[in-house]
C-alpha cells in the first residue's frame, strides 16, 4: 500500500506542477493569454512528454506489483479418426499464458493422451492420425461448441506438484506440442 500511495503522490505532484507551469499563460477565464500562446504550447509539448514518461514508469512499476499476469482460458482443437467418417473435431480448454504453452499445458494431461491414443490410430493401427486445427484454436471458451475443460485435471496435477501451469513468460513454441512417443516399430504388427 505504500508504494501504490507513492505512485499516486507522484502522479498528484506531477499534475499540480503542470497545472502551475501551464498556469501562468491563462488568463482569469482560464483562456490562454494571446501574446502568451507560442510559450503556452511550448511548455504543453513539454509537460505531455513528461508525463508520458512518468505514465510508462508508474505503469511499470503497477505491472511489477501485481506481479505476472494469470493464465486464462485457451481453446485447443484436434481431429482425430472421427473425421474421416464426417464428425466435428474435439476441443479442449486448458489454462495457460498463450496457444504455444496451452499445447505445452494440454500434452502434459493424463486425459488427452487417452483420447489422443483412443482417436490416433488408422484403420490399420500403424500410425497416428491426429490432426492439430490452429485456426479453430484460439484464447478463451468456444462459442458455441461442446468442449472438454481440462482446467480441473490441469489444477489438480498442479496441486499434487506437476508443473502444468507456466511461469510468466514461456519461452515461444511455433509448432504444436508433439503427441506421445508411438510403438517402437518392433512393437508394430504388419500385414
Known amino acids: 500500500m505504500q508504494e501504490l500511495r507513492a505512485l499516486l503522490a507522484s502522479c498528484e505532484e506531477l499534475a499540480a506542477r503542470h497545472r502551475a507551469e501551464l498556469g501562468q499563460y491563462l488568463d482569469t477565464k482560464g483562456e490562454v493569454i494571446e501574446d502568451k500562446l507560442y510559450e503556452y504550447n511550448d511548455a504543453r509539448i513539454t509537460t505531455a512528454i513528461e508525463a508520458s514518461d512518468h505514465l510508462d ?32 473435431p474435439t476441443s479442449f480448454v486448458v489454462s495457460a499464458m498463450d496457444l504455444g504453452d496451452a499445447l505445452r499445458n494440454l500434452a502434459r494431461l493424463p ?4 483420447w489422443y491414443l483412443a482417436h490416433g490410430g488408422t484403420p490399420d493401427g500403424q500410425v497416428a492420425d491426429v490432426v492439430y486445427l490452429p485456426h479453430q484454436s484460439h484464447p478463451g471458451l468456444p462459442a458455441l461448441d461442446a468442449y472438454n475443460d481440462m482446467r480441473g485435471e490441469q489444477e489438480s496435477a498442479t496441486e499434487t506438484g506437476s508443473k502444468l501451469i507456466p511461469r510468466a513468460h514461456p519461452p515461444a513454441v511455433t509448432a504444436p506440442a508433439p503427441p506421445p512417443a508411438p510403438a517402437s516399430p518392433a512393437a508394430r504388427t504388419t500385414h
Open 111 to 114: 486425459s488427452w493422451r487417452e
Open 57 to 88: 514508469a508508474v505503469r511499470a512499476r503497477l505491472a511489477g506489483l501485481l506481479g505476472p499476469p494469470a493464465p486464462s482460458p485457451f481453446t485447443l482443437t484436434f481431429s482425430g479418426l472421427e473425421r474421416h467418417m464426417g464428425e466435428a
